[in-house]
């Protein structure tokens, strides 16, 4: 059994496979204070609330976007598992042709989301990517990684715009009937659930017109749930998108 450990600036998402099967996933809040013995206690207690024993976990792999929660999850692992997490960074072999003009600038969860999107749905592609920021990342016909776009998150816009006007207060974040909203709430929501759906569009829209053959688009994220139903564009929705993709360059390093 290999587990995946995607972690981002505001979750950090264990998710283990037996295989290709997948057999839990569980998530909790990212936190630069916490310490080794924290998180390797946190690990514990996800393993056995999912009835997986330590001894059953063969290998782990990180992707993280936090440098300080990295060098801490690779020790919580080796005192749970015994060994060593597989780290994503240079020199890991991940079968994608990163052509940014600073590949090492490419984040772990676009590299983890590209391979796995490459690997299930026909190229080219698009993955848009809701969390912390709104991500669109392009791989081309060939399966090469082209590049992308990185834009606010849904709920990062959204709490900084509650705590910077005063007299706005949190609001769900659930579809307005019209766009043309008449009370504040209702604007709020046009302006971020088809706000945001409409910058989704628009931006899929323009990559599109810079890359060659029929366009897949594949979405994943924490935030997408909110705008997927009122996004234009067509959609692939894949919840696991980036553990799956770090379960895959596993196996090509194992």
Known sequence: MILCIDVGNTNIVFAAYDGEEHVFTSRF??????????????????LSLNDVSAIDIDGAIIGSVVPQ??????RACKMVLGH???VVGAGVRTGLNI?????????ADLVASAVAAKEHYPAPLLVVDLG???????????GDFLGGAIMPGLMTSMDALIKN???????DLSAPK???GTNTPDCLKSGYVLGFASMIDGMCDRFKAEMEGDVTVVATGGNME?????????????????????????EKNR
Request: charged letters at 25%; aromatic letters at 6%; glycine letters at 4%.
């Open 178 to 180: 019209k766009a043309i």
């Open 132 to 142: 912390t920021a709104s991500k669109v990342t392009a791989v081309g016909i060939n």
């Open 99 to 107: 052509r940014l003009d600073n590949p090492a600038e490419c984040g």
């Open 69 to 74: 929660l990295t060098s801490m999850l690779r």
């Open 29 to 46: 809040k990212s936190d630069v204070t916490r310490t080794s013995d924290q998180y390797a206690a946190e690990l514990r207690a996800i």
């Open 226 to 250: 909110y705008v997927l139903s009122s996004c234009r564009t067509k959609m692939i929705f894949c919840d696991d998108l980036v553990t799956e993709g770090l379960r895959i360059i596993y």
């Open 165 to 171: 006007a005063s007299l706005l207060t949190a609001f």
């Open 84 to 86: 060593d997490p597989l």
